[in-house]
């Protein structure tokens, strides 16, 4: 007889795996599309737990060589900015089509250079050489052109905000040919120029939220300076280096929209927003937390609760506890913009020690985000638990916890609650041995993985092998499925998602098995979908973004 150890049914199905990942564990890896999609949704060219932002730049261009798609390449150029909210990804693919396809990159080029930061972005790394040019060639430069001859006046107004490179730089470098009088006043003006080198134009053709800037700017009181402002379509910052004080500053946040307010609460704080002479100004605080929480507006800007604890995350302990609480309520609402999953679903979150590092990594001279990859994943975890919430959240790290949730705690603070746990190594398989060992009865559409898929050794101990060479994960996931079949659910399926730049998996792509990647609202869409039996992948989600 043969072995049956070697030889039993649940080995045959288990695929051995292809590659060791960072950590030093077996991973499977990623098929060059799904790898560089993966990069695109996650990556900010920041030092990670894992890898530094040179390795990130390495590993896209070798993805980008391997990848001879460049139709693909302007997919996930637009999905990366459009779905994913990603700035200098998106940027870096918009620059490499610039050197394969002239055609394509005209195609996407606005909807990847969306606004002045990106187009910037774009421009630095022309200028950079990373990608092949060291300036912007005839193609390149003609899309400039037409970028900054189309876009509005508040636009690039806008635009101007930022430097190394500045618009000046960029106006400098692409020399558009202004379309009228007005434009040319304006890139004068833009570039500091002399008035008599803008000719035939003059400084009566600026547009008029250039004079009315111009006007806030030289006003010599608060209350001239908040008249105008009060009357300024423009963005605040543009008024923030000149503005004169409190009752200044009042008027520049009645002027901020929901999102504008939400960003900026301690820059609206060290300029005495919220108090009124040594008082609290409860109008001003009213307004702001309104302003916040406004169902529709959340609801029509169809934001993610992730802003929101960005927001909480980062507000100063000065900030008023009514504007806080506004920060909870809106997160709430939020949820509603989450689609609801079939049936209920284990969430596996990874809660260990390489979930610390910063969500957009280390950039260099302290600039890193609070949020942690811990905090995004408890957030997701919590939100999910929200929508859906007869399902169970186990948190681990190389060891499951049992997750102590109290249904009345606001999402905020139930993802501050998750991701206090654990803080060890990874073993990624554990949420599923839990759901084999304690949950085996009950039915579930599957189980939801929110890791960096780091599972690795230590100490002579293997964290995140399986039988036959696989991964743990494709082990007991396999014994899920029969503890499923049993409890009369045919076909559960494991979601993946993972929000570190990794070229990695616990558990490769199948008919049951999906890899995500990216922290922003899409990623609900399409796990959702998958939950519901619709077959389509990652990849095939970016394929199918039309230009």
């Not at 390795?55 to 637009?78: G, H, P, S, T, Y």
């Not at 900015?81 to 620059?95: Q, T």
């Amino acid at each position: 007889m043969a072995n049956k150890s070697l030889f039993s049914s649940i080995t045959s199905v288990l695929p051995r795996a292809t590659t060791v990942n960072e950590a030093g564990g077996p991973a499977y890896k990623f098929p060059a599309k799904h790898a560089l999609a993966q990069l695109a949704a996650t990556g900010t060219f920041g030092n990670v737990f894992y890898a530094t932002a040179s390795d990130q730049l390495d590993q896209l261009r070798k993805l980008i060589d391997e990848v001879d798609d460049n139709e693909f390449l302007a997919k996930l150029a637009v999905y990366s900015r459009e779905r994913g909210y990603m700035k200098d990804m998106p940027a870096a693919l918009l620059v490499t089509l610039s050197t394969r396809d002239t055609a394509l990159m005209h195609k996407v080029f606005d909807r990847v250079a969306d606004n002045g930061r990106v187009l910037r972005t774009v421009f630095q790394m022309v200028r950079s050489g990373q990608f092949g040019r060291k300036g912007l060639s005839s193609s390149l430069q003609r899309a400039f052109q037409r970028w900054l001859n189309e876009a509005s006046t508040g636009k690039l107004l806008s635009s101007s905000i930022g430097n190394d490179p500045s618009l000046r730089d960029v106006l400098r470098m692409a020399r558009p040919t202004p379309k009228d009088d007005a434009r040319r006043a304006l890139f004068g003006w833009l570039t500091d120029k002399e008035v008599d080198k803008w000719a035939p134009a003059t400084v009566a053709d600026l547009p008029a939220e250039v004079q009315s800037l111009k006007a806030f700017r030289a006003a010599e009181t608060e209350e001239a300076q908040a008249l105008i402002a009060g009357d300024l379509q423009l963005r605040w910052d543009l008024l923030a280096d000149a503005a004169k004080g409190p009752i200044v500053w009042k008027a520049i946040a009645r002027q901020m929209g929901p999102q504008a307010l939400r960003m900026n609460l301690n820059t609206l704080l060290r300029h005495d927003v919220f108090k009124n002479g040594n008082k609290p100004d409860d109008a001003m605080i009213d307004y702001v937390a309104g302003r916040i929480a406004d169902p529709e507006a959340i609801r029509r800007s169809r934001q993610f609760p992730y802003q929101y604890l960005a927001a909480y995350l980062n507000a100063a302990d000065e900030v008023p506890h009514k504007i806080k609480s506004a920060l909870h309520d809106a997160a709430e609402i939020a949820c509603g913009n989450i689609p609801r999953l079939p049936a209920p679903v284990i969430i596996g979150l990874d809660t260990s020690g390489s979930m610390g590092c910063s969500v957009t990594g280390w950039q260099g001279r302290g600039r890193a985000s609070k949020m942690r990859c811990v905090d995004v994943a408890a957030l997701f975890a919590a939100a999910i638990l929200r929508r859906n919430p007869d399902s169970v959240v186990i948190p681990f790290d190389t060891q499951a916890y049992t997750a102590k949730i109290d249904p009345s705690d606001s999402i905020l603070s139930l993802s501050a609650r998750l991701s206090k746990y654990g803080g060890g190594g990874t073993d990624v398989s554990l949420p599923l041995v839990e759901a084999n060992k304690r949950y085996a009865k009950r039915k579930f559409a599957g189980i939801v993985l929110v890791s960096d898929n780091e599972s690795w050794i230590k100490s002579g101990r293997v964290y995140g092998y399986g039988r036959g060479g696989s991964t743990g994960v494709m082990t007991e996931w396999e014994k899920f499925k029969k503890t499923q079949a049993a409890a009369g659910i045919a076909d559960p399926k494991l979601v993946c998602i993972d929000i570190a730049p990794y070229g990695n998996t616990q558990a490769p792509d199948r008919q049951d098995i999906l890899n995500i990647g990216g922290f922003s609202d899409a990623v609900f869409n399409v796990v959702s979908n998958f939950l519901e039996s619709d077959t389509n992948r990652f990849v095939r989600e970016v394929e199918a973004v039309e230009l």
